[in-house]
């Protein structure tokens, strides 16, 4: 898996969790804490962001933090799937997935825009006006575990049958499918739209069809390999953590958890066609 390729970034982050787990008291070694994030870009400042929260969670809870950036969704669900992170810092669909299907518990919302809708993004010059018009045609998604660029889309799509589906790593690679003439369109967020649409050159975009529904904030989740006292425990001690360094990794200590019951529809929904998106046509029913 891509995380476990960078002997060096883990060297940092397990001598973050030894220096953590040697400043604490003597009180019995309670163990491992795995924190997962996805970190698109793949660079080392996570370690700079997550290290005085790591320090104050290992000194709190007598245990070793360990951090593992996953650098997309894909790799994001397979562990959810392993169940092996402990605590998760995950975007809404990830943690529709990790609710649903691999018993985490949300504990609190993350920092982020509380009104984000999916959309599809065509270039400028391009005529169709319609969603149903992209019968037939390549269009370009994000990754599995994706809300705004995976799910809502696909939700969508219910019914079309499209050429091919080409898989983004990311928003912006998404968008330059759609600059370069290799996709009609591609599912993205506004934000997304916004931040990296006048990256791209002199090509323009305009939003084709825009969702309805709200995607919730993302979550922070407790994993189920974590004992049910320790859970309350380390909700209490992230409750407690100043506002300062919750706010560094993103979170809101006193926030309330979203609703996540449509989302989770969404997804059990899309889960049932996932078998059939490699096809060449792609049938979405």
């Known amino acids: 898996m891509m995380f476990l390729r960078f002997?060096?970034?883990?060297?940092?982050?397990?001598?973050?969790?030894?220096?953590?787990?040697?400043c604490q008291s003597p009180r019995e070694f309670e163990g491992t804490l795995t924190i997962g994030v996805i970190n698109y870009g793949g660079g080392d400042q996570i370690i700079n962001q997550y290290a005085k929260f790591n320090n104050y969670l290992g000194e709190?809870?007598?245990?070793?933090?360990?951090?593992?950036?996953?650098?997309?969704?894909?790799?994001?669900?397979?562990?959810?799937?392993?169940?092996?992170?402990?605590?998760?810092?995950a975007p809404p669909g990830l943690a529709a997935i990790a609710i649903a299907r691999h018993q985490y518990v949300p504990l609190f919302p993350l920092i982020g825009i509380s009104n984000l809708r999916s959309?599809?993004?065509?270039?400028?010059?391009?005529?169709?006006?319609?969603?149903?018009?992209?019968?037939?045609?390549?269009?370009?998604?994000?990754?599995?575990?994706?809300?705004?660029?995976?799910y809502f889309p696909l939700y969508n799509l219910f019914g079309t049958t499209l050429a091919q589906i080409l898989f983004?790593?990311?928003?912006?690679?998404?968008?330059?499918?759609?600059?370069e003439g290799k996709a009609?369109?591609?599912?993205?967020?506004?934000?997304?739209?916004?931040?990296?649409?006048?990256?791209?050159?002199?090509?323009?975009?305009r939003i084709l069809f825009k969702d309805l529904h709200y995607v919730p904030l993302g979550v922070v989740l407790i994993g189920p390999n974590v004992?049910?006292?320790?859970?309350?425990?380390?909700?209490?001690?992230?409750?407690?953590?100043?506002?300062?360094?919750?706010?560094?990794v993103g979170y809101v200590p006193n926030g309330q958890v979203p609703d996540y019951k449509y989302m989770i529809s969404v997804v059990d929904r899309v889960s049932s066609i996932t078998s059939k998106l490699q096809n060449k046509p792609v049938r979405l029913f």
Not at 169 to 178: G, N, Q, Y
Request: with cysteine; glycine share 6%; hydrophobic share 45%.
């Open 60 to 89: 709190k809870t007598n245990a070793l933090i360990q951090l593992e950036p996953a650098f997309n969704e894909n790799k994001a669900v397979e562990r959810l799937e392993a169940r092996a992170w402990s605590l998760v810092f």
């Open 227 to 248: 004992e049910r006292n320790r859970q309350e425990f380390i909700r209490k001690v992230m409750s407690d953590a100043p506002s300062g360094l919750a706010q560094e």
């Open 7 to 22: 002997p060096r970034r883990f060297f940092l982050f397990n001598l973050l969790g030894l220096t953590f787990a040697a």
């Open 168 to 179: 983004a790593p990311t928003p912006k690679a998404a968008l330059e499918l759609v600059a």
């Open 184 to 205: 009609i369109a591609c599912a993205v967020s506004e934000a997304e739209l916004s931040l990296y649409g006048s990256q791209l050159g002199s090509t323009q975009f």
């Open 119 to 150: 959309i599809f993004v065509v270039r400028k010059d391009n005529p169709i006006s319609e969603l149903k018009q992209l019968q037939g045609q390549t269009i370009a998604l994000g990754q599995l575990g994706s809300a705004t660029g995976y």
